[in-house]
């Protein structure tokens, strides 16, 4: 494995220049979201061989929010397979934002674009529920061997979530009028708001894109986390749908699968090598960290992240790992 202290030091640099920007408002449409430190910052490091490096904030506890819906895709690819899961989801880009009432009608029924949206993700939640709360248990426990530790949901979060969640209820009827989801409505959701409210901090979302990166395998523990054939597919859906409706423009400025979440997360991945890590609760107006989005663009040009970035000499060092 090659010397990463330079990517190290890029990051010990980005957060002095990044940490007392102001730019960007805290998420406030969930309450509870609206009680974060808008001066927490952390960037963490994780790599394919177990190196884990932070800086900043970095134990900060955070709901995962959004960034929970590629493992939640990936277990229900692992539960039913390709063709069953993706009657009830698809994986086109929507170029809406991510709560948007709609259905891609495409498809001879209508069903969500894809499992990075709320309509996708509620999909994906009734089809990895299970009887007495058993989907929640399932996922934060799945959730937590990515991360290496054990993990919890912040009741708080989740109950807040459920009381101002008028938005996604109607995104799901509209689902069950169309039998997308079963009649389990309220489990369903139930399911998505817990989902969403694990607690996470940055060095957590480094070691779960680590493990995303390291073929499903955690790189620390050495445990097998996820199944190897899906690895890829959420990837894939991360690469083209994952930041919202700045995805489009993330993979052409940064290039590497990622997944954003209201409450100031960003989990990038750079395959079969590293995932790197941002947490700061200041969003622009499509949802995404403002401080998130300047580190990983930077640490992408610098070093040659970007996927199809082959002339970037940065390419060479990171490819060399």
Request: glycine share 10%.
């Amino acid at each position: 494995m090659r010397d990463i202290s330079p990517l190290k030091d890029q990051i010990s640099a980005l957060y002095e220049k990044y940490k007392d920007d102001d730019e960007g408002d805290i998420a406030t449409y969930i309450p509870e979201l609206g009680k974060a430190n808008p001066a927490d910052f952390g960037i963490s490091l994780a790599t394919v061989s177990g190196e884990v490096f932070s800086v900043g904030n970095c134990q900060q506890e955070f709901t995962i929010q959004s960034i929970c819906k590629p493992m939640a895709f990936l277990m229900a690819l692992e539960r039913h397979g390709r063709e069953k899961t993706l009657q009830h989801v698809g994986i086109e880009p929507s170029g809406d934002p991510f709560n948007s009432i709609e259905l891609d009608p495409k498809h001879g029924r209508p069903r969500p674009f894809n499992p990075m949206v709320n309509a996708g993700a509620i999909s994906v939640a009734s089809l990895i529920k299970g009887p007495g709360g058993t989907g929640v248990a399932e996922y934060v426990q799945r959730l937590g061997l990515a991360a290496g530790r054990t993990l919890r949901i912040d009741e708080a979060v989740r109950d807040s979530e459920s009381a101002t969640g008028h938005r996604n209820r109607a995104i799901a009827w509209l689902m069950r009028n169309f039998d997308i989801i079963d009649e389990e409505v309220d489990q369903t959701l139930d399911q998505y708001f817990s989902q969403c409210s694990v607690l996470v901090n940055c060095a957590d979302l480094a070691l779960i894109g680590a493990t995303l990166a390291n073929t499903g395998e955690n790189p620390v523990t050495q445990k097998d986390v996820f199944n190897v054939q899906y690895v890829k597919d959420a990837l894939a859906v991360m690469f083209t749908c994952g930041m919202y409706d700045y995805a489009g423009e993330w993979a052409y400025r940064v290039g590497v699968p990622a997944k954003s979440g209201v409450s100031g997360g960003i989990m990038a991945v750079v395959n079969r090598q590293l995932s790197i890590a941002v947490y700061s609760p200041r969003l622009d107006t499509r949802g995404n960290s403002v401080r998130g989005i300047k580190v990983c663009t930077e640490l992408s040009n610098e070093f040659g992240l970007h996927a199809f970035d082959f002339m970037n000499v940065g390419s060479n060092f990171i490819g060399a790992m």
